[in-house]
């Protein structure tokens, strides 16, 4: 890990402790999740007991502390998207990478996520990967689509 | 080199001479490109759009405005012809260069590219014909199809900016507030509390410093609103929080937004730079004494961050965890400061109501809700997208006029709005006038918006589950209402959709609502049985039928179902054997195929494939 | 002063108190479990919740942070009071089936069966040991992890901690014996904690007697000489005393 990086994030927006939440998003953007020597840098650094920035790192969503699949696969599970099948699809998608959401398979290949809502919900059930957009999905669908993805 | 606004008049030079650059003989070909429009290929459309106009050389007669939303998701990407206002849909990159050559040069209006009426099937050429929108009053909203909102000088062409001016060198900060009361305006991000009367209080607690916030965690699964006018219009937004800043007294703001929104983020920044360098933001705005500056704060994805102690927890750089609020956000709130926090569509409405005056505004809506409300028309419904409506509005209105109704020929059960604090309201309420009090009553709530439509084929026992299951995550798990009865509500609903369901459970369930409304620390948690009380109330015969007679009438919990072929509609073509995942189906080509239940594990791919309603679930 | 009424009795008391204190002054009970007079009030058991009406409007609040104000009617067992109370321990005795507190507080408000799924914990998250850590000793070793049912309190990563200082306020402050401290021969296991510490030898009788990091953090923080930190507590006040005595004695 580039101990540089870290300091030039928190550099960046500064040491108070309302620039945590920025400061950690920068670094999971880097790294693709959050490795435990930066936490650990960053504690120092600031002087936030590591204690409070795993707890915010194990409370907030977007934050992994586990490094994720080179594809990140979202199944949006907002409202409009269950109403219309979406839960089959994330069972589908569980069956045929053999993950449970929340989960990266072993070769690091996909992580797997639920999310609530990506407000797209004209296409829905939606489910995202990396950047690209799958609307009305069936899970008749998702073989072929996961396929595309190495 | 940008200049500052050093006064009034410079803005208005600065608008006078925005509007003269403007070819009002050019044609304009507007295409809106929000989330929803990205997602749908806007971005393509867009990309060829730019590379036709100058193969075909058109730059002098033609101009691409590229906005954000304009509500109608279901038809993306869209794009609207002006002067002439057709609207064309579905769009393809391959259909650019026929708009180009046929209607722009010709004139000429491409029929397949139009909207299809969805009672008639009859084409509709012109954006104002269309049933979705003529229904609809859009005041805030409709700014989006005017503005590109990468562009501050767009938004300053539309009197952008102007109520700042008519405030900060007409108006006492008291008179903003009393203005702002006379409106009627309240809050748009759920519990509906008079905004005047929030930023009186606010301007009155004691205390040298006070903030004000603008609240863009947008969590409530289908509503996107707030989304919406951020990305499309987010200087509105901000010159609504400049507006309220000067009138509570306070030089700081905040904006917490949704991680889950990249694109709203990055018009925000970008909004702000802008305003900054126009001296619209900062110190001494547009010459005045009064200094604002604003602060973005990115969320991290946690629902319970919409409740506002949490939210300024956030901010303050701590976990998302809600405190008693005895003593209010108001007197102190974020570092214990006076703070006001108002929500994206609530800053919207508040320059509107400054340059059309208070009166204006209340006389849109009912009594005591005024104004329009945007709502999010999703789930099953054939016109998903977001509209604007005067409060008032019956759903009937919205649901069937605007939304067209629901597809497929299929019955109406339900509409669920409030979000996860709110409820479902049934058919026999449809008739329902839609403001703050008329929804309490019915056992649901405003919420931000979000309009949630379900059909026959839905299971309101699993909508409750659903909410049930989404709240036991997002509640931040401090007090015990909310944590252990939210577990306990959620294996209670979980037993009853898988054939587990005794008959005291519902009995539990209202035990369990009632600990949580009275009990729970803090709003998520006090709303947090609305969805599993409101289809208590209105579909207790669905309950039954899962108790007793262990039953799902919509087919939708697996545990309840059964999956079988009908002999009599199978030719066996063999499709559905060839998609099983559990090798479930058997059957020789062209003959009857059957399903084994032991292998079933109804995951319902059969029934999708099958092209011969072959498939039956009951 | 301010005067309100609790229990349909009027009392004046001072103002800033809560309603817990008000009505410990006046020798009413009020439950509690994630009370503690030594730390900031939380609010999270919700075991505390009394009936309030102020101005007319009855509502439900936890006594522990609620501070008086005037006029408002308090009742702390009212026929709703106890229906809620009662719920939220019965969730509590659902999580935590063989904890004696919870099971003595329910016999004490009747709960006679559980009517919901039975976890076996021993911990009710009711966060004093993070608060007396953080509040108290200043060390914050410890904190809330997860949110919504898997919040748990834990140290980073569930490691050992390298910040604790083994002084074990977290288990004499909690209320369900859930933070256990054992100590085998140098070494004081935490086992919620997944923490070890090192134990100090007495120079004196060869005790173990304290943790070498609460004792290092100790230093230059009280009037003790640095000579006592080598020695336990029962060493040290034998040789206070024999210092004394021999003082006596030259006197005479």
Redesign the interface.
């Known amino acids: 890990m580039n101990t540089d990086k870290v300091d030039g994030i928190i550099k960046k927006y500064g040491k108070e402790q309302s620039a945590i939440m920025s400061i950690l998003q920068d670094i999971q953007s880097e790294y693709n999740y959050l490795p435990r020597e930066a936490l650990e840098q960053v504690s120092k650094k600031m002087s936030i007991p590591l204690s409070k920035i795993y707890g915010i790192a194990t409370f907030y969503k977007v934050f992994s502390l586990t490094p994720r699949g080179r594809h990140l696969i979202k199944v949006c599970l907002g409202t409009a998207c269950h109403v219309r099948g979406a839960p089959q699809i994330l069972e589908e998608i569980e069956r045929k990478i053999g993950i449970r959401a929340g989960e990266t398979t072993g070769d690091l290949k996909f992580t797997l996520e639920r999310v609530n809502c990506l407000g797209a919900c004209a296409l829905g059930p939606l489910v995202m990967i990396n950047n690209d957009y799958y609307g009305q999905m069936t899970s008749a669908k998702v073989d072929k689509i996961l396929k595309a993805y190495d | 080199m940008i200049k500052k606004l050093k006064n009034r008049t410079d803005l208005e030079n600065l608008k006078e001479s925005i509007l003269k650059k403007k070819d009002k003989k050019k044609h304009c070909i507007i295409v809106s490109s929000g989330?929803?429009g990205q997602?749908?290929g806007s971005e393509k459309v867009i990309e060829k759009f730019k590379d036709e106009i100058k193969k075909q050389d058109m730059g002098k007669q033609v101009e691409l405005k590229v906005t954000g939303c304009h509500g109608f998701?279901?038809v993306?990407p869209v794009a609207l012809i002006q002067p002439e206002g057709i609207f064309y849909q579905k769009l393809k990159a391959e259909d650019v260069p026929e708009i180009i050559s046929e209607t722009i040069v010709k004139g000429k209006v491409i029929e397949k590219l139009l909207y299809s009426d969805t009672e008639t099937g009859k084409k509709i050429p012109y954006e104002k014909d269309i049933p979705f929108y003529k229904k609809q009053s859009r005041i805030i909203f409709g700014n989006n199809v005017l503005i590109d909102p990468t562009s501050i000088d767009d938004y300053i062409g539309i009197g952008g900016y102007e109520a700042l001016g008519k405030v900060l060198f007409k108006m006492k900060p008291e008179e903003v507030i009393e203005e702002v009361k006379k409106s009627g305006l309240r809050g748009r991000g759920g519990g509906g509390f008079p905004t005047g009367k929030k930023w009186g209080f606010c301007r009155q607690a004691e205390g040298d410093v006070r903030y004000v916030i603008c609240n863009a965690d947008e969590?409530?699964?289908?509503?996107?609103m707030d989304?919406s006018l951020l990305e499309g219009n987010p200087h509105s937004v901000l010159e609504g929080m400049i507006i309220g800043a000067y009138a509570i007294g306070s030089s700081e703001g905040y904006v917490y937004i949704r991680?889950?929104?990249p694109l709203a983020l990055k018009n925000l920044e970008k909004a702000i730079s802008q305003a900054e360098g126009y001296g619209l933001l900062g110190k001494n705005i547009l010459g005045s004494d009064f200094n604002f500056r604003v602060k973005i704060?990115?969320?991290?994805?946690?629902?319970?961050c919409g409740e506002s102690t949490a939210l300024m927890a956030?901010?303050?750089?701590?976990?998302?965890?809600p405190?008693?609020k005895?003593?209010h956000t108001i007197e102190s709130g974020l570092r214990d400061k006076p703070t006001n926090l108002n929500n994206v569509e609530t800053w919207a409405n508040v320059p509107m109501i400054i340059s059309r005056g208070a009166g204006w505004y209340a006389k849109i809506g009912t009594q005591k809700s005024k104004g329009t409300k945007i709502f999010?028309l999703?789930?099953?419904i054939k016109n998903?997208?977001l509209v604007e409506v005067p409060m008032g509005m019956t759903l009937r209105e919205i649901i069937y006029d605007i939304g067209g109704g629901i597809p497929g020929g299929k019955k109406f059960k339900a509409v669920?709005t409030g979000?996860p604090s709110g409820g479902c309201i049934p058919e026999e309420l449809i008739d329902l006038p839609v403001d703050f009090e008329r929804l309490a009553e019915a056992g649901s709530m405003m919420g931000s918006g979000?309009m949630?439509i379900?059909d026959e084929d839905?299971c309101m026992v699993d909508?409750a589950k659903?909410?049930v299951d989404?709240l036991?995550?997002?509640?931040?798990?401090?007090?015990?209402?909310c944590?252990?009865?939210?577990?306990?509500m959620y294996?209670i609903l979980a037993g009853i959709t898988e054939g587990r369901g005794k008959e005291?459970d519902i009995g539990?369930l209202k035990?369990?609502s009632?600990?949580l409304s009275?009990?729970?620390?803090c709003a998520l948690g006090t709303t947090a049985a609305n969805p599993v009380m409101s289809t208590l109330r209105y579909f207790p015969e669905e309950y039954e039928s899962h108790i007793r007679d262990k039953k799902c009438p919509a087919g939708v919990c697996k545990e309840l179902v059964l999956y079988s072929i009908i002999e009599e509609k199978c030719n066996g073509c063999g499709l559905c054997r060839k998609?099983c995942?559990a090798k479930a189906i058997s059957g020789e080509p062209k003959k009857v195929h059957v399903i084994n239940q032991a292998e079933c594990i109804k995951?319902?791919?059969c029934f999708?494939?099958c092209r011969f309603g072959a498939v039956k679930i009951e | 002063m301010i005067n309100l009424t609790i229990n349909g009795k009027k009392v004046s008391v001072e103002e800033g108190l809560t309603i817990l204190q008000a009505a410990e002054q006046m020798g009413i009970r009020i439950p509690t479990l994630c009370y503690h007079e030594a730390v900031v009030a939380y609010g999270a058991c919700r075991v505390c919740l009394v009936e309030v009406v102020r101005k007319g409007w009855p509502k439900m609040v936890t006594a522990c942070n609620y501070p008086v104000q005037e006029n408002i009617e308090v009742n702390t067992n009212n026929e709703k009071v106890i229906k809620i109370r009662k719920l939220v321990v019965e969730l509590l005795l659902a999580r935590c089936p063989e904890v004696k507190e919870i099971k003595d507080l329910a016999e004490e408000l009747g709960i006679k069966e559980i009517r919901f799924k039975k976890k076996n914990d021993k911990c009710i998250l009711c966060g004093l040991c993070v608060r007396v850590c953080e509040e108290k000793m200043g060390i914050t070793a410890i904190g809330s992890i997860n949110r919504g049912t898997i919040r748990d309190v834990a140290t980073p990563y569930n490691d050992n901690s390298d910040v604790c200082i083994g002084c074990g306020a977290c288990a004499s402050i909690c209320p369900t014996g859930a933070i256990k401290i054992e100590d085998v021969g140098d070494i004081r296991t935490i086992d919620k904690w997944n923490t070890k510490v090192k134990l100090r030898k007495c120079e004196t009788c060869g005790k173990y007697y304290a943790p070498v990091p609460q004792l290092d953090s100790l230093k230059g923080k009280t009037s003790v000489t640095e000579e006592s930190f080598k020695m336990c507590m029962d060493c040290r006040r034998k040789k206070l005393e024999n210092t004394m005595i021999n003082a006596k004695k030259s006197k005479y």
């Open positions: 989330t929803c997602t749908s998701c279901e993306e969590g409530d699964p289908g509503a996107y989304r991680a889950e929104y704060t990115r969320g991290g994805g946690a629902f319970v956030s901010i303050e750089g701590r976990v998302g965890e405190r008693a005895y003593v999010s999703v789930g099953k998903t997208g669920q979000g979000g949630i379900m839905n909508v659903y909410f989404f036991r995550e997002e509640s931040c798990g401090k007090c015990v209402p944590r252990e009865g939210l577990e306990n294996n005291e539990l035990e369990l009632e600990v009275e009990g729970a620390l998609k995942p995951c319902r791919q999708e494939v």
